[in-house]
Structures are given as C-alpha cells and as structure tokens.
C-alpha cells in the first residue's frame, strides 16, 4: 500500500516541483512538503511529495547494514 | 482546413482509388504491388512462413514509432522467429472517418522506411473508412511471408534441458514509451519504443549456429509470458537470473513509479532465443555484433524438473515463480 | 536509483538473513499489515528466507480489498448517471462489486479515467466544464492528504465540478479491531511504512503498550523488510514490546505535520465498513461541512441498489490473517485475476493475487 517513490527535486515553482528519478522527470505537487528545496529527495506518492527523505538517516541505515554483514562473516 | 479523411475514400470510387494511387503506390511502390491487381501473384519454392497480425496501438503516434512502423516490424519479426527471411507482406488500413490525411501520410511515410530497413516489400493491400466512433483513428492489418532456409528448424516445442537462453537487450522500453503519453499518467522521458525489424539479427544469429532450438519476441505479456509460453510448449522448466536481465534505469524508474513489473512489459524490437549451450556463446557474439542485440546477455537455461514451470533467482538470492500476464497492468497506488 | 538500489544489495541481505537465523529461537508469528510490504515479501522471495521458526501472515492494508461492496457499488452506479465522469486510481477498476465493475461499467458507456494523481483530476474538471468530476478516494492516511490538497486545491482555483466519494480508511483503528478480535495470535507487526510517513509512530503504541506486541515500521525494498524482522526478532527474544523505526530516512516519529494539518482541515472521522471485517468506529474519513459541496455523497442522489456479497468467497478471512489463499475453495478455480471473484485476487497487492502470481507451490 502506498507505493512512494524518491525522487530528487529539480526545480520548484510555486507549490508545484519538477522532480527525476532514473532519468523520468514529473511534476509534483508540494502541498504537502512546504519545506521542500531544489536538491532534496521528495518522497513520492500519486504525484504529491509526503514527506522529505533524510538523506542521512538513508546513509546511517546503510552502514548499520554494513556493520552487521560485516558482524555476521 | 486541413485534409481529412472521409467514408467515400473507403467506398471503391474516384476518392479511393487517389488515395491507393496517390499515396500509398508511390510510397510503397514495387513492381508487385505497383500492377494493383486483386492479388500479388509470387514464385514460391521451399518452406513457406505465413502469419498475420492486427494493430491497434493507442496513441498511434509515441516515441520513436508510430503504428505503421509497429505493423511492419511486427509482421516481420514474427516471419524472422520462425527463422525465415521476411519477403512480403500485405497491409489493410481501416481508418475512422476523420482522420487527418497528413496523419495517414506520415503513417505510411514510417511503413516505407521500416520495410525498406526490413528489405520487405509490401506486395498487397485494402482501405476501409469506417464511421467515426467505429475504430480508433487506425487500426492495420498485416500479413507476410518468408521462406525459411533449408536446415533451419525454429519452434516453440523444440528447447530441451542444458539449452541456454539469451536475451537480446533492454526490456520493457516499447511499454514504458507508449504509457508516457496516455492521459492521466504524464512523466516525461527520452525513453523510445525499441520498435525494430529483427530479421538481419536473426540472419547472423542462424549463421552462427544451425541448431537454434527456439526464437520468440516477447511483445504483449512481456519477458514472462514469452518464457511461460515456450516452457509449456517445449515441456521444459526455465531458469532466469534477475540481475542477469537488461533493463533500462528509466524504464525501471517508470515501473516502480507506476507500480509495474518490468518482466511483463511489452517490447517491439527484442527476441529471447534457446540455443543448446554449446552454441550460446557464438550466437552471444553475433548477436552483439548487430546493432539491434548490442546489448545481448545470457539470462539462464532450461531445466527438466517442473515441466512448463518458470523460476526467477531474485537479486536477494531466493527464487520466485514467474507466471503469465493477466489481463492489462494497471497502474496502481499502493 | 538512490535510496532504491542500495536497499536491494544482497550482500547486505546475506548480514540480516544470517543474523536471523541466528537469534530467532522463538517460533513467533509476523503480520504484515500493509499490501505494499505483500508484494515485497513475495517478489523477493522474503519467506524462503527466513528459518523456520518465523510465520509471516498478511493483514488487511489493501485499501482496495477492504472497500466494502456497497462502497463500490455506489461508485459504480455514480458511472452510470447523467454527465458524470469518473477518476479513479487504477487499483479499482477491476473490483468486482455485487453484480459489476468500474472496468464493466466503462465497457457499456460510461465515463471512467484512470488517473495516476488527483492532480491530474482537477485538471479533467477544469476541462469538462459541463460535466462532474467525481474523484474516488480510497486509500490510508498515505492517501488521505492528497485527496485533502485537491480539495483546497479545488477550492482555490474556483473549480465547482470537482467532487470527492470519500472511502479513505484509517489503520490504527482497524488494527485494534483485528486485535480484540483474538482471531490470529501475533507476536510481531511490521507497521506499513508510508502511512507512518504522514502519521508518524506514536499512533502504532497501543499495540505495543496494550496488547504486549512488538512493533517496528519497516520500508519497502527488501533490506527494509529484512532489517524490520531481524528488529522484531530481537525484540522477541529480548521480552520486549515497543515501537521502533527501521525506515528511519522515510518516517519521523511525529510524521508529517502538514499533511495531517490538511487532513484534519479537510476530514473529519467517521464509522466505516471494512470488507471482511464489518464496521469499524472512527475508521473512516467524512468531508467537514465547509467542504460539503464537494462531497459526491450529497451532491448527487447515488443508488446502488441492494448489495450481494459472492458465495464462497473468503476474502474477508484471508484479509484478517485466518486464513490463507490455499485455503479457499475458490482460488485459482472460479476465482483468478483474469475472473476475480473477490478484491484480494484483483489488486495487485491482495494476497490471493500475490500468492497466484509469486508464491504458488514452488515446494510443490
């Protein structure tokens, strides 16, 4: 349920964001995401940002998977 | 106000026959089809392929192709997967009243080019003009014919276990083009229908090896259909690795946007051929010797346990069962 | 793709997998709550990796499989009226309600457009003047605040033939009604991912707190799914029983505060029918009075006629966990995704389409 994807926000006009994920570009609405800046990575969800990703929770994540492969050699 | 098509241009008369001899004949034009009987009459010795296919592609106009191009590309790929050298093909237009002429034009301009790159000839054909409402703007039909080598003997029923199976590029990039333009589901893309004539690959491909078992384009229903189908007909089970399979970054964007799988995505320009393995790395290399299999690769083989079973190794290492198409994938939310 | 294939990488998936097995004693039983984790679990083959002592069980969160028939049938017969054109995400044009569906429906003439965004809804409206636009609101609290912002939207832009059939679910509710239930005896929930985006993960304590049941809000590529499990299966064996976040770079603890301002704006709860389950308080969400006149519901006079529920179809055992897909006289028989029979086997996300697509019998 609630298929959302990252997305990495090109440019922003008004509430409105042009994003591109793989080289797909769409604009979205950032109705739900006023914080949102050219750069950030826009979770998206039926063409509407619903949250930011925290990139550095993203890269944490990552290393503590890393950790624990390394752990479980 | 711009040319349109009209019913009395299907009806037999005066409009009809400019149409025929204004702008299909010398567009298409070969000595064939240029006397304009009911009927190409041909010399034939050998073994003949014959198939037929309906188009009715929406929108008929979408990156890197439109219908015409899909139907003559169609037909001849189907010719070449039985491993014959595509020769002619007939061509049937039912068009809907209305339909702007520099449209149809443009239509047939694209089906000169691909059966000129296909080195086809379309020998026969008919124009209908039907109500508005009553089809789609254009729908086609095809027929065509090829002779097939002595020697060569391609059919789904022929794969046997140890044979190899080789893709020959990226799938999924026809679907993913044609979904871009549809209403309601806007995102843009470079993305192009790989919408293309296979019979040169095939060519190298039977050069390179005379005992391909089977060739088949994976084309509605996608990669897993296409494996489904030939595993049933052969009897065989099929093996595929997921990280083994080319698939485009956009195309994978797209799917996972729209929620789709790429393994059941259409392609208009891509075969999947079974080959015994002592074979597989010649065909490989023919293959990527051709512009249209550049970027061929080995997916998997064919195995003997679980007859007409298809079976993914997923990028995490656990197997999944891959089964046919259902129906059209919608797009989904969740 | 970032933060998608970096979560895809089995030689991370090799770490948790062996950290799995290794600490699971415990026979335990996992629900996932949320259709998107299903597919996940299914198209990675999640199961054959877990050891043994690990049961997954799938939960209701297929907002297209829990809409009640009545609701679709309302839909449907709002296809069937007078200048109506009707948008609707692709998840439900294929549901079968008591006698049709919005695929059926299209098929003998009436006006219904998939859309992939509510966006591209208003923009329909505002260019069929003389016709209505009826957007059908499904979805959780992921959903929700779209549907809100096209509403505000709708609003601003002066747009007055936009209308909204709200048949938004909500989830923490739900789930204590599966769970007072007892029908399925869980000791793990991995919370779905996206809701808790907008919701955040304080609205998942009661479960922990009241029912003494693990929980932790998983992500949706199969690292998540993974690293979720291992988290639950630490927590198991440990004798605890708490909310975590594994899908930190998705979900904050306090969600999306704007997303739930709007929806708060928008919405007020409601009591709600879940297939399968039956009514459920305050599970639903009803348009406020200052936004009435684009409530479909009151704007046009919607006769669905009476409602029929399919003979043999165990939908609503299967969306509660009782039982699985194997276990229905139907599966795979009268009932397939090419003739569903109930919504479990049409939404790419139910279970039966899940299990008939990826799981089959590969043991067998």
Not at chain 2, 227 to 240: D, G, P, T
Not at chain 3, 57 to 77: E, H, Q, R
Request: glycine share 10%.
């Amino acid at each position: 349920m609630c298929l959302a994807i990252p997305a990495l926000i090109k440019s922003i006009e008004d509430k409105e964001a042009d994003v591109e994920i793989g080289g797909i570009t769409r604009r979205i609405s950032l109705w739900l995401t006023p914080e949102a800046k050219v750069g950030d990575y826009a979770l998206v969800h039926t063409g509407y940002a619903i949250n930011i990703l925290d990139q550095e929770e993203g890269e944490e994540t990552l290393r503590l998977l890393r950790e624990i492969a390394k752990a479980e050699e | 106000m711009k040319d349109k098509i009209l019913l009395a241009h299907g009806s037999g008369g005066k409009l009809a026959h400019d149409l025929v001899e204004k702008s299909f004949v010398p567009a298409l034009a070969n000595p064939l089809l240029n006397r304009l009987d009911d009927s190409a009459v041909i010399d034939f010795s050998g073994r003949l392929a014959f198939t037929t296919d309906s188009y009715v592609v929406k929108p008929i106009f979408f990156p890197g192709g439109d219908i015409g191009k899909l139907a003559v590309c169609g037909t001849v790929n189907d010719l070449a997967m039985s491993g014959a050298k595509p020769l002619y093909l007939s061509l049937a237009f039912i068009i809907e009243e209305g339909l702007p002429q520099d449209e149809l034009n443009k239509i047939v301009s694209s089906v000169r080019k691909a059966a000129q790159e296909a080195r086809v000839e379309i020998v026969t054909g008919d124009t209908k003009v039907v109500n508005r409402g009553s089809a789609d703007k254009l729908f086609i039909n095809t027929a065509g014919v090829g002779i097939i080598p002595e020697g060569v003997n391609v059919s789904g029923d022929r794969a046997v276990p140890g044979d190899k199976i080789i893709l020959s590029g990226n799938i999924g990039d026809h679907g993913i083009a044609v979904l871009s333009q549809r209403e309601g589901l806007s995102f843009s893309t470079q993305l192009e229908s790989d919408c293309a004539p296979l019979g040169s690959l095939v060519a190298r491909m039977l050069a390179a090896s005379s005992d391909i078992h089977c060739l088949r384009d994976p084309t509605r229903g996608g990669l897993a259909t296409t494996l489904k189908e030939l595993a049933k007909q052969s009897k065989v089970s099929i093996r595929i690795e997921e990280e083994k399979i080319p698939v485009r970054q956009e195309v994978l964007a797209a799917c996972e946007m729209l929620g789709f799988d790429p393994l059941y995505v259409a392609n208009e320009g891509k075969l999947v051929a079974i080959v015994p393995a002592k074979d597989a790395d010649k065909v490989l290399k023919a293959m990527r010797g051709n512009h249209y299999g550049a970027e061929a690769a080995i997916i998997g083989e064919v195995g003997a346990e679980h007859p007409g079973r298809v079976v993914m190794k997923t990028c995490m290492g656990s197997s999944r069962i891959i089964d046919m198409l259902v129906g059209d994938p919608l797009p989904r939310i969740c | 793709m970032k933060f998608i294939t970096e979560f895809r990488q089995s030689e991370l998936a090799e770490g948790l997998i062996s950290q799995i097995h290794r600490k699971s004693k415990t026979p335990v039983r996992f629900m996932e709550f949320c259709g998107g984790h299903t597919v996940t679990i299914f198209r990675y083959g999640i199961r054959q990796l877990l050891p043994e002592t690990i049961e997954m069980v799938s939960g209701p969160g297929c907002p297209v499989c829990v809409t009640a028939n009545a609701d679709l049938d309302k839909a449907i017969a709002l296809s069937r009226m007078p200048d109506i054109i009707i948008t609707t995400f692709g998840d439900m044009i294929k549901v079968p309600g008591s006698y049709s569906s919005l695929q059926k429906a299209k098929a003998d003439g009436a006006d219904v457009r998939m859309v992939y965004s509510t966006m591209d809804a208003l923009k329909i409206a505002e260019e069929n003047h003389d016709k209505s636009v009826v957007f059908l609101g499904i979805g959780f609290e992921t959903t929700a605040p779209t549907i809100a912002a096209s509403v505000l939207q709708a609003e601003e832009r002066g747009i007055k033939n936009y209308y909204v059939l709200s048949m938004h679910k909500l989830c923490p509710p739900v789930i204590r009604t599966l769970l007072d239930s007892g029908e399925v005896k869980l000791h793990g929930l991995i919370c779905p991912g996206h809701v808790s985006t907008v919701i955040g993960s304080h609205p998942w304590e009661f479960i922990a707190r009241d029912y003494g049941i693990p929980c932790v809000v998983s992500g949706f590529e199969p690292l998540d799914v993974l690293q979720c499990v291992a988290m639950l299966v630490e927590q198991v064996e440990n004798g605890e029983s708490k909310v975590e976040i594994a899908y930190r770079r998705g979900v904050r603890p306090e969600g999306n505060q704007e997303a739930l301002k709007l929806i708060g704006q928008t919405f007020k709860p409601c009591p709600t029918e879940w297939r399968g389950i039956g009514n459920v308080p305050d599970s639903g969400l009803k348009l406020k009075n200052k936004y009435q006149s684009f409530d479909a519901e009151l704007a046009f006079d919607i006769d669905p006629g009476p409602t029929y529920e399919p003979a043999g179809c165990i939908c609503g055992d299967i969306l509660r966990g009782v039982k699985t897909p194997a276990d229905c006289n139907l599966f795979g028989k009268a009932c397939t995704p090419e003739n569903p029979v109930g919504p479990c086997m049409v939404s790419s996300e139910g279970s039966c389409s899940a299990y008939y697509l990826y799981g089959g019998n590969l043991e067998g």
